[in-house]
């Protein structure tokens, strides 16, 4: 990747919690607990998701950068959304944290030499990634999620009585 398309990918990264408020905006709230039968998470879930998430990408941005070469580890999504009983969490502060997480990374990646993008790590389940494909997976990681959080939303306006 050429620097400017990577200051690009690290602009728009930075603008994931934008991304996600938008996407969410007009979505009522009264329905994010709504599972339905495509997806088998509800819009409530992938927003705490999308903050542990967050968190875990935190924790690997740093090794990767400080300690170049460290392992770092995948975790089961599906897992902890049943087992931290994401249902029951609350919303508004993963949100606020994601906004945290994200603005803080962003603040370090955007100041970084071009040199650092290409120092790795090792995931458990992906192998050997540099921090650019970090960057290109955390990237559109929100966009993806909108366009699930969507795909829910629509599933459930399809349900509703005309």
Known sequence: MDPLERQQKIESYGHGHETLLEGIKDIPRDMWHYRGERDPWTIYEVLIHITDSEANSYVRCRKCIAQPGTDVLGYDENGWTKALDYEDQNVDDAIELFRWLRGNTYKLIKMLPDDIWTRTMNHSENGI??????????????????????AIYDEWKSMQPA
Not at 129 to 149: F, K, M, N, S
């Open 129 to 150: 990634i540099t921090l650019e494909d970090w960057l290109l997976t955390y990237e559109d990681h929100i966009p993806a999620h909108v366009r699930q959080i969507q």
